[in-house]
């Protein structure tokens, strides 16, 4: 799916600039930008080709040290071949990179996988041909679904609108929307990735936790007959939050991925942002054929460290039912302890519907 987006918006891109070729882009500002039309549009190329190469060759500690430039006398027409061929280069590379490829992008997390390189390709070409078309004072909305793409693979953390090409250019400052403060600095967000000894903690974004709560796998490669069904409504949790508005990515779920092999063995994270005291809840879950082998207690063990590494979170917490000895288990060895019946009555911790109780544990930050 992503080289698709990454064709389909590349190929709205061009159709629009070759109508506009014979006009004057190089003493023309592109909309908002301080650059030039022309300069505006060797810009997505650059970018295409840039995303292509740190991707295909999985650079890990920076970009990879090239640059692109155009023969002398290339006109705009000359330009829009470029764009057409750097976009099939990068919707190449979505294609042909295996499932756990990772490159370097600065924001905000240092790394982006397949998926992450071919929705910031689609942004910027989406946005920067808006930054041109408005520039020469002509027409252009791409289709609403690339524009959902966007948004849900790179802006989890900005509530979705009922128009989301309005949506898009309101979070990257160059719209307005009712009832929405101007945006006038933004980022966007590639997924989190933990390390882990075996594992990996791959952060969930709101389009995978979409499919996962419609019963699809993610865009992971499932060990057995996974995901299970704790991770699906976590993923509904996720999706909520998100349409809330409310959705912190780096406090929600992530798929463990085995490193051996990139099977996705279950899933982990927060029910939601630490609260004012600075606790959140974690939650856990593995496919039946992967338990009994330590991942549950090596991925909370990184989780935990993670997080309790942060300003804001001062201690995580867990209720499990005191029927469930090997989930009592893994949160022992991750370093929770039971805790006290007041902080029990504090967090509001009651009798399951089921035959047990719940208990609460507890891992505080100086425990490190």
């Known amino acids: 799916m992503g080289g698709d987006r990454v064709e389909e918006a590349v190929a709205g891109c061009v159709a629009?600039?070759?109508t506009v070729a014979e006009r004057d882009w190089a003493g023309v500002p592109a909309g908002r930008l301080e650059w030039s039309c022309a300069t505006t549009a060797f810009h997505i190329a650059e970018d295409l080709v840039a995303y292509a190469a740190q991707l295909a060759g999985q650079a890990q500690n920076g970009y990879v040290p090239f640059e692109?430039?155009?023969?002398?006398?290339?006109?705009?027409?000359?330009?829009?071949?470029?764009?057409?061929?750097t976009g099939a280069l990068l919707a190449a590379a979505v294609r042909t990179a295996p499932r756990e490829a990772r490159g370097f992008h600065p924001y905000p997390f240092r790394s982006a996988n397949r998926e992450g390189f071919a929705a910031m390709g689609v942004a910027e070409?989406?946005?920067?041909?808006?930054?041109?078309?408005?520039?020469?004072?002509?027409?252009?909305?791409?289709?609403?679904?690339?524009?959902?793409?966007?948004?849900t693979g790179l802006f989890p953390h900005v509530q979705p609108g009922q128009d989301h090409w309005r949506t898009l250019l309101w979070a990257t400052g160059r719209g307005d929307l009712p009832g929405r403060a101007p945006v006038t600095q933004w980022r966007w967000n590639n997924n989190l990735v933990i390390d882990a000894e075996r594992l990996t903690l791959q952060g969930v974004t709101p389009a995978a936790a979409a499919d996962l709560a419609a019963g699809g796998d993610g865009g992971f490669e499932w060990l057995g007959d996974g995901p299970f069904e704790g991770t699906r409504e976590a993923a509904g949790m996720v999706l909520k939050a998100y349409e809330g508005g409310v959705h912190r990515p780096e406090f929600g779920l992530f798929a463990l991925v085995r490193r051996a092999d990139g099977l996705a063995?279950?899933?982990?994270?927060?029910?939601?942002?630490?609260?004012?005291?600075?606790r959140a809840e974690v939650g856990y879950d593995l496919v039946e054929a992967a338990r009994g082998n330590g991942y549950a207690t090596e991925a909370l063990q990184a989780l935990s460290e993670w997080a309790l590494a942060r300003d804001d979170v001062h201690a995580l917490c867990a209720t499990i039912d005191t029927a469930n000895a090997p989930s009592q288990r893994v949160i022992a060895r991750a370093g929770f302890t039971r805790a006290s019946v007041e902080d029990e009555r504090t967090a509001h911790v009651q009798h399951d519907d089921t035959d047990g109780e719940l208990r609460l544990y507890v891992r505080r930050a100086e425990a490190l």
């Open 125 to 151: 070409v989406l946005l920067h041909t808006q930054d041109i078309a408005e520039g020469l004072g002509v027409a252009y909305e791409p289709a609403a679904e690339l524009a959902e793409y966007v948004l």
């Open 68 to 85: 692109i430039t155009l023969d002398e006398g290339t006109d705009n027409a000359g330009i829009v071949e470029v764009i057409e061929a």
């Open 265 to 278: 063995v279950g899933g982990m994270g927060f029910h939601g942002a630490p609260d004012e005291e600075g």
């Open 16 to 18: 629009l600039l070759r």
